[in-house]
């Protein structure tokens, strides 16, 4: 799968969050582990990763991919 090749190539390159994909029949799971404190910048770290990863899962398939349910670590921001 493309998507957990490019999140060992992700692992390669950042030390600080690290990814992972599960996949459950049509559904799949994409994980954040944080390996340090990102501080401050933890909401936008996280949220980054997430919005970089499914606009690349959705320009992979070339469709947009519906996302079913979201859990943060933190409060969900207002956007």
Not at 7 to 20: F, K, M, Q
Not at 54 to 78: E, K, N, T, Y
Request: aromatic letters at 6%; proline letters at 8%.
């Amino acid at each position: 799968m493309a998507l957990r090749r490019w999140c060992r190539l992700h692992g390669l390159l950042v030390d600080e969050i690290s990814l992972s994909v599960e996949v459950d029949g049509a559904l799949a799971r994409v994980l954040v582990q944080e390996h340090q404190p990102l501080g401050p910048v933890r909401e936008f770290c996280v949220m980054s990763m997430l919005r970089g990863l499914h606009g690349l899962a959705c320009w992979f398939i070339d469709a947009h991919i519906p996302l079913a349910d979201m859990a943060l670590p933190f409060d969900a921001p207002p956007h």
